[in-house]
């Protein structure tokens, strides 16, 4: 017998053996009292999840409060020689709806204006985490009376212990907190977990640099010689379905950065720009260049976030819409998209944007025959902003709209960047990553161009108001 053979015979009398131990009576009860033992583990870890939660915002919080214990000491005594009591308690809505007094250090005086700008005044709610008032991530602890207890939401809401850090407050940070804050929890406690939690909390970090908008910003804002009406998303869709009962066809039209480069260098685009109804911020790049010239955007209102809430709201009215753009197939396909999520919502008509000049006439009469109240262009800019305004008087829509790459995105052509990104105004990298071949002239180049040219405007602008102040004497 040669040693192949040998070897063989003892490979089958090895599997022989273990199917005997696997099956046999011993075999399949050791298997089962394992299934057993690691299914009562998993409930276990399942039903200990929150009560794990909490050892960690305890353990956090101690040792936080340990490592700045002579900042917590200084600053408690700081306050304590400009005569005033070294804290405040204001009532909260904690978990279950049970109120709760969240400690703040005192913020009157110079004392407090000092604490409030080095970011400190919020130190003492440490002591709220470790007695389980607050936790790390988590709604935002509301004040009685902000909400109604009753409330279905709120109830459901509660089940969760506040926060000091929320979706809720990241979504305001990036301009994208569309909708209501319940809305944002109620999405929060359904997706809660330790994952999204540390995802929560590590995208708090660069948030922090980019400053709330204030409530009190202006209505109307000037960048490179672009006036922009600065809605939050509410407002513009007020503005779209005030537009639609108007005597005359009004035209919007949404900027990033792009669109204001190009209008540097296309008179007839800055004119058309100049000339619309309205013209609001698109993009983490105009914000920054608002936040360059004290002029602070409200929020980042684009047409692809504001679509589905048009579409939500024009359910069941009277009022429709007609898609105008991109490649044949792909209007379609977003009316197919809006149809199956908002089925009350009326397409009234569809054309794909790559007709001949001849043809206008025919698609100019096909949108008017249609009875839409509100036209969508998607021909990029500023081609679909330059195309409305000429056509605007012969069309009878109440508002038109140029809304870029929307189309692409309902149609499934291109994917959204994911939520989490969008949180931390990075949704142009996503597109660099999608398509860098065409994309990184506009946004590696043409982003640092515009900022450019902000920051010039910004620093010319200084100069002539000390120059003003100078020959007033002042």
């Known amino acids: 017998m040669n040693s192949h053979t040998h070897d063989r015979r003892r490979a089958t009398t090895a599997e022989v053996d273990d199917l005997y131990a696997r099956y046999s009576r011993k075999g399949v009860m050791r298997r089962k009292a394992r299934r057993n033992v690691l299914g009562v583990v998993w409930r276990a870890a399942l039903l200990m999840s929150s009560s794990g939660k ?78 389980g008032d607050l936790s790390w991530v988590g709604p935002r602890p509301m004040k009685p009376g902000e909400i109604s207890a009753s409330a279905r939401a ?24 569309f909708g209501t804050e319940i809305d944002v929890d109620m999405e929060y406690v359904d997706e809660q977990g330790a994952g999204a939690d540390l995802g929560i909390a590590l995208r708090s970090l660069p948030a922090m640099l980019y400053g709330a908008s204030p409530v009190a910003a202006p209505d109307r804002i000037e960048i490179l010689g672009v006036p922009v009406r600065n809605f939050t998303m509410e407002e513009a869709l007020q503005f779209v379905l005030d537009a639609t009962s108007g005597a005359s066809a009004q035209q919007l039209c949404f900027v990033n950065t792009d ?138 829509v109440g508002v038109a709209m140029g809304v870029g790459g929307l189309f692409d995105f309902y149609s499934g052509q291109i994917a959204r960047a994911p939520q989490w990104l969008r949180e931390l105004s990075l949704e142009w990298t996503y597109r660099l990553y999608q398509e860098p071949g065409r994309m990184w002239k506009r946004y590696l180049v043409g982003n640092f161009v515009f900022l450019s040219r902000v920051l010039m405007s910004a620093i010319f602008r200084r100069s002539e108001h000390r120059s003003a102040t100078a020959l007033r004497g002042e």
């Not at 909260?92 to 250090?105: A, C, H, K, S």
């Not at 920054?288 to 809430?309: E, K, S, Y």
């Not at 569809?350 to 262009?377: M, Q, T, W, Y």
């Open 154 to 177: 709120a109830w459901k809401r509660s089940s969760i212990r506040p926060g000091l850090l929320s979706l809720w407050w990241l979504r305001q940070r990036a301009n994208i907190d």
């Open 259 to 396: 669109c204001v480069n190009k209008a540097q260098h296309d008179p007839g685009y800055a004119q058309q720009l100049r000339g619309a109804r309205a013209v609001l911020a698109d993009g983490i790049g105009i914000r920054l260049a608002g936040m360059i010239l004290r002029q602070h955007i409200r929020q980042n209102v684009n047409g692809t976030d504001l679509f589905p809430l048009l579409c939500r709201r024009l359910q069941g009215s009277e009022m429709g819409i007609f898609l105008l753009g991109a490649r044949p197939g792909i209007a379609e396909a977003v009316a197919g998209w809006a149809r199956e999520n908002y089925p009350g919502v009326r397409i009234k008509g569809v054309h794909h944007g790559f007709f001949k000049p001849e043809e206008e006439n025919d698609v100019i009469r096909e949108i008017n025959a249609s009875g839409a109240e509100i036209l969508l262009v998607a021909f990029g800019a500023p081609k679909q902003d330059m195309w409305r305004a000429s056509h605007l008087p012969q069309l009878r």
């Open 54 to 131: 909490r050892v960690v915002d305890f353990l956090l919080a101690l040792v936080t409060l340990f490592l700045l214990a002579p900042v917590f000491l200084m600053v408690a005594l700081s306050i304590r020689a400009c005569g005033k009591h070294v804290f405040t308690r204001e009532a909260r809505i904690g978990r279950w709806g049970v109120p709760f007094w969240m400690i703040e250090f005192n913020a009157e005086g110079k004392c407090g204006r000092i604490l409030d700008r080095i970011k400190l005044r919020r130190l003492p709610v440490l002591l709220n985490m470790m007695r």
